[in-house]
């Protein structure tokens, strides 16, 4: 029983038997048949026509050089964040040398996937869940180097891994929807605050043109008002105070006109003098206060000094005239002075 256990051919995976050597064989396309002559290895045939020697080759290994998918069992792993996660993935193979996939290893299929499980483990050991899910990509990758690294000397060389699932706790599935749902309603949020911001921005904007234009409309009506009617008005008020001018000039040209002006002036004076304690607290008084006289003949001073040219024109223009003694003026100093005392 032991001569005849030596004697089975090794499992071989990847293909659906061996073949008899019958002398001539026909290897098919992406395939590599490993012959042993009498328990060594001898040759690869290659695809085509090959001559072999009956009983003594024997082919002992079938290869196929296609790509090979193979399935890798769920697994559980711990994340960064001691999250336990299971998952699975595809990985796909192809064989690079058949000598050292049929010498390398005694089982490919079985040494690559569970390399690929550890692997596994240990990438998704230095990773957070939220990294798992963001960086799947680079995570493929790092498997893929970490395989084709141990795998070289198997004359196997992984070409891509792919992840199929990740099954996620209950508990932590339920915690991810709910974060998920806040950052929504957070969005949602921030959304609506910068809409009201818009708005509100729009609105500001709408109310300063507004007042902007209304303030030049306001400013373009007083400048219209200024130039006609304020215009006009002042106009008339000049003529009329021209007028009046001319008309008090003709008056005081007249017989007994400087008389009448100085009796005007002392009313004035005194008047303005009566009311200077009633617009403010504090009132500058002349030493002779109660001199009424000596005010109203320094008013009449005054009014003298300003119209003496004009005087002097009207005394070379008509003759000399006597002084009266009950002028007018005279007149009203005496009542004045009656009126005082």
Not at 140 to 155: E, H, L, M, T, Y
Not at 213 to 241: D, F, T, W, Y
Not at 302 to 326: G, N
Request: glycine share 4%; proline share 5%.
């Amino acid at each position: 029983l032991k001569h005849a256990a030596r004697l089975v051919p090794a499992p071989c995976r990847w293909s659906s038997g061996l073949p008899m050597n019958i002398g001539v064989l026909f290897v098919p396309q992406q395939e590599a048949w490993v012959v042993e002559r009498m328990g060594k290895f001898h040759r690869i045939l290659e695809p085509g026509l090959n001559f072999l020697i009956p009983l003594l080759d024997r082919i002992r290994y079938v290869q196929s050089l296609k790509e090979i998918v193979i399935n890798v069992p769920e697994q559980s792993a711990v994340t960064l964040d001691n999250v336990t996660l299971q998952i699975d993935g595809v990985l796909y193979l192809r064989v690079m040398d058949p000598y050292k996939a049929s010498y390398g290893v005694e089982d490919p299929e079985y040494a690559v996937t569970q390399l690929a499980q550890t692997t596994m483990r240990s990438e998704l050991g230095k990773l957070s869940l939220d990294r798992v899910f963001r960086e799947r990509e680079s995570l493929n990758a790092s498997i893929v180097d970490a395989i084709n690294q141990a795998s070289d000397c198997w004359g196997i060389r992984c070409l891509r891994y792919e992840i199929k699932d990740i099954h996620v706790p209950p508990r932590v599935k339920e915690s991810m929807q709910m974060q998920v749902e806040a950052e929504r309603r957070k969005r949602a949020t921030v959304l609506e605050s910068e809409g009201t911001r818009e708005s509100a921005i729009n609105v500001a904007e709408g109310q300063k043109q507004a007042q902007i234009l209304a303030s030049e409309a306001e400013k373009a009506e007083q400048i219209n008002k200024a130039a006609g009617r304020e215009a006009n008005a002042m106009l008339v008020k000049a003529r009329a105070k021209a007028e009046a001018i001319q008309l008090l000039a003709a008056a005081l040209a007249q017989q007994h006109g400087n008389a009448a002006a100085s009796l005007s002036v002392a009313e004035q004076y005194v008047n303005a003098f009566s009311k200077i304690a009633k617009d403010s607290n504090t009132v500058l008084l002349p030493a002779n206060t109660g001199d009424v006289t000596n005010m109203v003949a320094q008013a009449l001073g005054i009014y003298t000094t300003l119209t003496k040219p004009q005087a002097v024109k009207t005394q070379d223009e008509m003759p000399p005239a006597h002084e009266d003694a009950h002028s007018p003026a005279t007149e009203v100093l005496k009542a004045e002075q009656g009126s005082s005392s």
